[in-house]
């Protein structure tokens, strides 16, 4: 009933920016439905993690230490398009970047019932 479609990842140089948008459509996805959106990240040989999410209005975000000053995330309900900008980029930042929905603000990715297949981010120096 919801799909979620990542774009925007590539390849950058370190200290560089790159900004991640990610698209969702279905039946329950629109200005009626306060669905909260985070991305998460997966590095190989890594478990996946949450870098920031975002609640419905905007007004409530959640950064992990590790990208807090650096990334913002964003949404644009009437697009129904979350977005990350990444700046200030660093060669552990490289990882698959998944955006999800869910229906509260959490870290855990249990609680997102619907992701997206992923935008690869590769940072070189």
């Known amino acids: 009933q919801v799909q979620l479609v990542e774009s925007g990842g590539g390849l950058v140089q370190a200290g560089e920016s790159l900004r991640l948008s990610c698209a969702a459509s279905?039946?329950?996805?629109?200005?009626?439905?306060?669905?909260?959106m985070g991305w998460f990240r997966q590095a190989p040989g890594k478990e996946r993690d949450i870098v920031a999410a975002?609640?419905?209005?905007?007004?409530?975000?959640y950064y992990a230490d590790s990208v807090k000053g650096r990334f913002t995330i964003s949404r644009d309900n009437a697009k129904n398009t979350m977005y990350l900008e990444m700046n200030s980029l660093k060669l552990e930042d490289t990882a698959v970047y998944y955006c999800?929905?869910?229906?509260?603000?959490?870290?855990?990715?249990?609680?997102?019932?619907?992701w997206g297949q992923g935008t690869q981010v590769t940072v070189s120096s």
């Open positions: 999800a929905a869910g229906p509260r603000l959490t870290y855990r990715l249990n609680e997102y019932p619907y």
């Open positions: 279905g039946r329950t996805v629109g200005s009626a439905v306060p669905y909260v």
């Open positions: 975002i609640n419905w209005r905007g007004g409530n975000t």
